[in-house]
């Protein structure tokens, strides 16, 4: 999987946070609540997220407590790739929404994001049914951070396991909406961004080598930003390694606010810049939103597979 160029980011306004240690321990205090179904196989996944686009759409409606929102997914192979190693999930019900980009080659990409998509997906079902029943003792968020641990440990047993997916891994962006707010938790260079007020601001921070370098000020200008040699290079990602840590953020939504998590087959191909016009243009119309970016990164080359999720919040 070829990785993208890291730029400085700018922050939205919420709290930033990494969870671990103590916190970790009582997260997988609970894992045994979830159960899971048995990994996928390689035949498996052709039917999960096949190579043709897959959208998922839908409305969830506002209460007195909580903002409605509208969303669209859609993943796509691209131009160049005869694979499709992206995934994404969509829980518009419960609001959990993520995106995932394999990377290893020989299909090994391509079941590390579908185990990371299917194993957020199986603990989600849990959740609610313990929430259903009383007997859930932690957030949604606290839920999907121990979600990615489980996730992280079974890509890497597999990866050890089997010399042929040796060294596969994926990133894996979610956001999960309640009330009013959002969290987004992240490892690897998926992105969230946020589009408020015509203008968009990246959330999440990459985790690359480039993006390390920009950090501690050994790169600061354009030229020797676009010329850094290990571009391709991420500094963490699920499944490489026995531990990871998630970066956390929590963001107060405002009405009229759209969520994007997308891989970098759409950010190799439009400037952050760009996809806030495309925006505006559509009256922050999601669906057609959607669907003209996935179109552009296209038409530019599309190198990469392009995986897209946008989340609306009501005006």
């Not at 196989?41 to 043709?52: F, R």
Request: charged share 20%; proline share 3%.
């Amino acid at each position: 999987m070829a990785k993208k160029r890291a730029r400085s980011v700018g922050s939205a306004k919420g709290n930033h946070m990494r969870l671990g240690g103590m916190c970790l321990s009582v997260l997988l205090m609970f894992a045994s609540v979830a159960c899971f179904a048995q990994e996928p196989t390689e035949s498996d996944i052709a039917t999960m997220y096949p190579l043709s686009p897959v959208v998922t759409h839908g409305v969830s409606p506002s209460t007195p407590d909580a903002l409605g929102y509208e969303y669209n997914g859609t993943t796509d192979r691209g131009v160049v790739r005869p694979k499709n190693e992206d995934s994404f999930w969509i829980d518009g019900a419960h609001g959990v929404f993520l995106v995932a980009d394999g990377m290893g080659g020989h299909e090994a990409g391509e079941v590390a994001s579908t185990m990371a998509a299917e194993t957020l997906r199986q603990w989600s079902r849990a959740t609610w049914v313990a929430a259903a029943s009383n007997v859930l003792p932690l957030s949604r968020t606290m839920w999907t951070l121990a979600a990615y641990h489980a996730a992280n440990a079974r890509i890497f047993d597999k990866s050890s396991q089997k010399p042929s997916k040796r060294g596969m891994g994926t990133t894996l962006v979610s956001a999960i909406v309640y009330g009013r707010s959002f969290d987004i938790i992240n490892v690897g260079d998926s992105r969230a961004y946020l589009y408020r007020g015509g203008k968009i601001i990246q959330i999440s921070k990459d985790h690359s080598l480039l993006q390390a370098y920009i950090d501690k000020g050994m790169l600061k200008t354009p030229e020797e930003i676009r010329s850094f040699p290990y571009k391709n290079v991420i500094t963490q990602a699920m499944g490489t390694q026995a531990k990871i840590e998630p970066d956390v953020y929590a963001i107060h939504a405002s009405r009229g606010d759209i969520v994007i998590l997308c891989s970098d087959g759409v950010t190799d191909e439009l400037e952050d810049g760009e996809m806030a016009q495309i925006i505006t243009e559509h009256g922050r119309d999601v669906n057609k939103s959607m669907q003209e970016i996935v179109r552009i990164a296209k038409q530019r080359g599309g190198h990469d597979n392009i995986t897209l999720v946008l989340v609306g919040f009501h005006s």
